[in-house]
């Protein structure tokens, strides 16, 4: 097929992407700004990848010599009962420990050999417009270039520069981040298979993982502002690793940090994942908290699912790109009913920040009682957004205040909202949206 598509990003999503193209006879160029030396998160990649990995004809050898195989998911949660999930009950088996870094560049000098056209150390500077074309602008050790493709697939991770110029909306569902300790293993033998441990403490939660190289990896995930107030120096890190019990025993065997570095963590979704012979795949269109260890598997498959879609969109199916954008934002709503139910089953430290805003509901389950007909109205000096934000992320507030200035009918609040947001949003949510500024401003 005569199109080419560009790929900003050589992660685990934009290299499925590409190597699916490839697959379908599709000319695919990725643009990977990073040399893949530095630490990247995200270790653990689950049992359920691997008919991916084999869809994606990705060689066995790639994972087996650069990762140890998971044999269990254990660790405490909810109570002091220690819970092991063992992969012997999984039916694809093991799962793996990976080390990123080299994983990601395995995979991507394996796409250069099955012929996607590799732009390594660039980075994306911009995009625009050029007649029916994409124009990308690059920049390496070289200089500036540019080149010009039918498609964009945006794969650069949740937290890089929004690409889509048209569309600047990332709705944010909390702040989560992750502070990792790599410490260095004193033992020479790696383990031949390891597990993942988790445990929930009072501020937030821990996970470890040793990988192949004897690293071990010791995450704890906080918000960053609870981060900022009580953890940020090393010390204070370690009053934090004393509050745990069993994650404690297995990091003072280590007995020294080499290196601590903090990764942005949060459940978050592009609320216009696909438009304009765009579309944005992995972490960049909807990324998940890593306690559900689904952030590879959803980058892998999202590459699949937006090959699939170009093809068909290039074929003449002109809704392929808003029906990815559907499946797309539901899934994201069904992975937030889950978190949700995980993290309230953790009840001991309900009163702390960390878990109370974890227990607190959304536009999803708060109860609608405004009735239709109603006037609504918001009156601005009364009403702290910062409040209500958090509820119903996806919404503009100054567009939506600005409707509701003139005391409106709630339906036609509503409709009215629609009509003039720049990005997509669930009618539910405006609905709660409505009703939460009214019932602050009374
Ligand atoms: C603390 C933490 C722990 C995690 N643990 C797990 C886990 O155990 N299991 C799991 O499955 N997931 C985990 N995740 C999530 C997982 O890491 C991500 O979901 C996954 O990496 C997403 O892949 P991606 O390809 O979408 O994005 P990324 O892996 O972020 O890749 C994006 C790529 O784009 C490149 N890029 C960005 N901007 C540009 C530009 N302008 N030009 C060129 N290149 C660019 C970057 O260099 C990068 O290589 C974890 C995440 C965090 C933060």
């Not at 942005?264 to 909807?286: C, E, N, Y």
Request: aromatic share 10%; net charge positive.
């Amino acid at each position: 097929m005569n199109i080419t598509v560009g790929i900003i990003g050589g992660g685990p999503a934009g290299l499925s992407a590409a190597l699916y193209l490839r697959q379908i006879g599709v000319q695919a160029i990725v643009f990977e700004k990073s040399s893949n030396a530095e630490y990247r998160a995200g270790e653990h990649i689950s049992p359920e990848c691997k008919p991916l990995l084999q869809k994606l004809k990705i060689p066995e050898s790639i994972v087996r010599d650069n990762a140890a195989p998971c044999y269990a998911v254990s660790g405490t949660w909810g109570d002091d009962k220690l819970f092991s999930n063992d992969s012997i009950f999984n039916v694809y088996g093991d799962g793996f420990i990976l080390s990123r870094p080299d994983f990601d560049n395995a995979l991507l000098v394996f796409a250069k050999s099955s012929g996607v056209v590799i732009k390594a150390n660039m980075r994306v500077t911009d995009i625009s417009k050029i007649n029916e074309k994409w124009c990308i602008r690059y920049k390496g050790n070289t200089g500036n270039s540019a080149v010009l493709t039918d498609y964009i697939l945006d794969a650069s991770g949740k937290s890089t520069k929004n690409f889509n110029q048209l569309v600047t909306k990332k709705a944010k569902y909390d702040d989560l981040i992750g502070i990792t300790c790599l410490c260095k293993d004193r033992r020479t033998r790696a383990p031949a298979r390891a597990s993942i441990h988790i445990e929930a403490t009072k501020m937030g939660w821990w996970y470890t993982a040793i990988r192949r190289d004897n690293m071990l990896v010791a995450t704890f995930m906080t918000d960053a502002d609870i981060y900022r107030k009580n953890i940020e120096k090393e010390e204070r890190l370690w009053e934090c690793i004393n509050t745990s019990i069993n994650t404690k025993s297995i990091i003072l065997k280590y007995k020294k940090i080499d290196k601590i570095f903090v990764s942005p963590a949060q459940s978050q979704m592009h609320t216009k994942m696909a438009d304009d012979f765009f579309l944005a795949i992995g972490d960049a269109a909807w990324s998940v908290d890593p306690l559900s260890s689904q952030g590879i598997y959803n980058a892998l498959s999202m590459g699949i699912d937006a090959a699939k879609s170009i093809f068909a969109h290039a074929n003449g199916s002109v809704l392929a790109l808003n029906e990815y954008q559907r499946k797309h934002t539901n899934l994201f709503y069904k992975y937030l009913s889950e978190k949700a139910y995980y993290y309230r089953l953790e009840k001991r430290w309900s009163e702390n920040i960390f878990w109370h805003r974890r227990h607190a509901m959304n536009w999803m389950d708060i109860p609608i009682k405004i009735d239709p007909g109603s006037k609504v109205r918001a009156n601005k000096k009364n009403i702290d957004i910062n409040t209500i934000r958090p509820i119903t992320p996806s919404i503009d507030f100054d567009l939506l205040l600005d409707i509701m200035e003139n005391s409106p009918v709630a339906s036609c609040a509503v409709l009215s909202y629609k009509k003039r947001a720049m990005t997509q949003v669930e009618d539910r949510e405006v609905i709660v949206a409505i009703q939460e500024l009214s019932s602050h401003s009374m």
